[in-house]
Structures are given as C-alpha cells and as structure tokens.
C-alpha cells in the first residue's frame, strides 16, 4: 500500500526557517518524481516544487524560488523542503505528493487536483506570522 507521511510543520516568524519531510511507504521513492503542493485558507492547490526521480532535476513555483529548496535521500525513501525567509503568504497546509508513474513527471502538477488521492501525504501545517 502507497503510504505518504508528511511532517515538520509548525508556526514561525516571519524570516523564519522550516525543513519539511516526507516519508514514503510501499514503494521505492526513487522511481518517482516528488512534489511539494500546498493549499492556504480558503484558496485552491497551489504547486511548491517538484524533483526528479535522481534528484538531478528540481523546479520551483515563481513565489518560493530562491528560498525553498527541495531535496531527496532515495536510500531513506524520504523527501524534503528546506524553506527559508518564510512569509505569511508562506502560511498553508503543505502536501507531499507522489508521480502518478514511474520515472514521468506528472502531467498536471502546474494546476494540481486530487485525481490521485492515494499518492498525497496527510499534510502538514505551516503558520508564519507578521
């Protein structure tokens, strides 16, 4: 059984630093593309990052660029997001998510649904206060 569990999540200040987690389960992380997708009150999904099977390859959403970095340790089945110089727009449910299949990147993560409901972690909550 697939199984994403997301972790990390916490209130900090503005400027602040948080490293996200994701831990995968039931499959080897490391055929997978990973993305980070978050969702702040009242609004839709909204893509944070994503990173290739090897890691070689990463993306940013304009918003974050420069200060989140996404990373992955295949061997741990794990993913991560460093984010720094938090905002409060920063502030939202933070979901990790995994490739529909293997060794292709997902088709729609630019303007993510939940068509793929098992493959999202929990999500973990980042407040970022003024």
């Known amino acids: 059984e697939v199984r994403l569990v997301d972790s990390g999540g916490d209130l900090v200040q503005t400027g602040g630093s948080l490293k996200l987690s994701c831990a995968a389960f039931g499959f080897t992380l490391g055929f997978y593309w990973m993305y980070w997708v978050r969702q702040a009150p009242g609004k839709g999904l909204e893509w944070v990052s994503s990173i290739n099977h090897d890691g070689t390859t990463t993306n940013y959403a304009a918003s974050v660029k420069g200060r989140f970095t996404i990373s992955r340790d295949n061997p741990k089945n794990a993913m991560y997001l460093q984010m720094d110089s938090l905002k409060p727009e920063d502030t939202a449910i933070y979901f990790c998510?995994?490739?529909?299949?293997?060794?292709?990147?997902?088709?729609?993560?630019?303007?993510?649904?939940?068509?793929?409901?098992?493959?999202w972690g929990q999500g973990t909550q980042v407040t970022v206060s003024s």
């Open positions: 998510m995994r490739a529909p299949f293997a060794l292709t990147e997902w088709a729609g993560y630019e303007r993510p649904t939940r068509e793929y409901p098992n493959f």
